[in-house]
């Protein structure tokens, strides 16, 4: 039986790919080593160890501890001369005051167009980038291939260029739909997977990546979703106390890693309580935390908070639990509109046809970058050009957008059917079997 590594350093690999079925699936046919932080390895163990299934926990961000490792890893980033890259420096410069880190940037960003000098760079990251702390992992196990969830993470790029080292084949997915115009692929793989056609044609576009080494295979977790909720309405009101009888808001907040301080997420929230013929759900983030001030929660607003927690007071490093995710699913199929941020959740929210707004609206002016700057990024601006989610820069807007979405829910489906053709475009129930198949059948060639 042949041996494939699986990685999943990033929270929401345990949800997109894991939970979704992909795992079992290539536990049938081959020995799965899932490689994962050391500190998260119970956890792993306990959700996810099985017949031909291992849990092998490993150090993790050794790479930039080194000037040459974050060297690379911020070059990563520089050369990429996408608005959203651009957009970045700029955050970063406007916070820090960091002139000449910021003329680097964008001079890599503007050179970093050329791919020539990207090639060069990646041979350079290759050869110098500290190296071999996967070594003995690899030595001990002996992998056939190894699938990378997330060839842009840090910890991924550090496997990817030991299994370069050692001439294992390397099969990889993009992680989320916003990752091709975030950073280049620091090592390319032999095979690329993609979540629809829409990142394919960025993919070909940003990357110049080889067409004949792309599938698109679909989002595996998103097989769940257009089987219908888990719960009945009347089951799913009663875990949280709603009332049948009113119309369900639920709100998944910006976040505080979005913004310099966020006091957006409780203006909004306040914003929402006031709406008091109607029950607000407030789904946290269940990987980032949202700053609340001396905020008294109103009877007509319900808290949900996923997520699987390894510090208390840590929040960016949680990971998604198969009943997070089943939560969520119900939250969207039985709300009756969906408010949130640049967030994926207006892409969730229009795979099943559920209005989406999004906020970006303030209790105070300010600046540009104390705000709510992402909404500026390429893929943000993207699905906003598409209609099928109304966008509110003021309260007045906010409120006059609610007040349309309930009482007409099928304004705008023509966007969000837009939207569904973009992102969606292999969303039929199939995507982890494809999944499955696509790396069982690369370890086998």
């Not at 956890?43 to 501890?65: H, L, M, R, T, W």
């Not at 890599?108 to 992992?137: A, N």
């Not at 002996?142 to 060839?151: G, R, S, V």
């Not at 842009?152 to 990752?179: F, G, K, T, Y």
Request: contains cysteine; aromatic residues 14%.
């Amino acid at each position: 039986m042949k041996t494939i590594f699986v990685t999943s350093f990033h929270p929401h690999i345990s949800r997109n790919i894991l939970s979704a079925g992909v795992l079992s699936r290539l536990a049938e046919s081959a020995r799965v080593v899932l490689v994962t932080p050391d500190y998260k390895k119970n956890f792993f163990k306990a959700n996810f160890d099985g017949p031909n299934i291992e849990v092998e926990g490993v150090p993790v961000y050794q790479a930039s501890k080194n000037w040459r490792g974050l060297l690379f890893k911020k070059l990563g980033i520089f050369l990429f001369g996408t608005g959203t890259a651009k957009l970045k420096t700029k955050y970063k410069y406007y916070n820090d005051k960091k002139f000449f880190y910021f003329v680097f940037a964008m001079l890599s960003g503007f050179i970093g167009k050329f791919f020539w000098v990207r090639t060069i760079v990646r041979f350079l990251d290759q050869k110098f980038s500290p190296k071999r702390f996967f070594k003995d992992l690899i030595a001990k196990n002996k992998p056939d291939a190894i699938f990378f969830t997330d060839p842009q993470n840090e910890n991924d790029v550090s496997l990817l260029h030991d299994a370069r080292d050692a001439n294992i084949p390397i099969i990889a997915m993009l992680r989320s739909w916003d990752n091709t115009t975030q950073r280049i692929l620091r090592v390319l793989p032999d095979k690329l997977l993609v979540g629809s056609k829409e990142v394919k044609k960025e993919v070909l576009e940003m990357y110049k990546y080889p067409k004949e080494k792309i599938v698109v295979t679909g989002n595996p977790h998103y097989d769940k979703y257009i089987k219908g909720p888990t719960k009945s309405k009347e089951n799913f009101f009663a875990e949280f106390g709603l009332d049948t009888q009113k119309k369900l808001i639920t709100y998944a907040p910006v976040g505080d890693h979005l913004v310099t301080l966020n006091d957006i997420d409780q203006h909004v929230m306040e914003v929402l309580s006031e709406l008091k013929n109607y029950q607000i759900l407030v789904r946290f983030p269940p990987d980032e935390g949202v700053r609340l001030v001396n905020f008294k929660k109103p009877a007509n607003m319900f808290f949900d908070k996923p997520g699987h927690a390894f510090k208390s007071d840590e929040f960016g490093d949680r990971e998604i639990r198969p009943e997070d995710d089943e939560r969520l699913i119900n939250e969207i199929y039985h709300s009756d509109l969906m408010i949130t941020g640049p967030t994926s959740i207006s892409l969730d929210s229009a795979l099943i046809d559920k209005p989406v707004i999004t906020v970006n609206f303030y209790p105070s002016a300010r600046h540009f970058f104390d705000g709510i700057y992402t909404n500026q990024c390429d893929h943000i601006q993207k699905l906003l050009r598409t209609g099928g989610i109304k966008h509110a820069s003021s309260k007045e807007d906010f409120i006059k957008f609610i007040y349309e979405y309930l009482q007409n829910p099928k304004l705008d489906a023509e966007g969000r059917a837009k939207i569904r053709s973009m992102w969606f475009s292999h969303a039929d129930g199939k995507a982890s079997e494809r999944v499955a198949n696509e790396v069982t059948n690369f370890i086998n060639t």
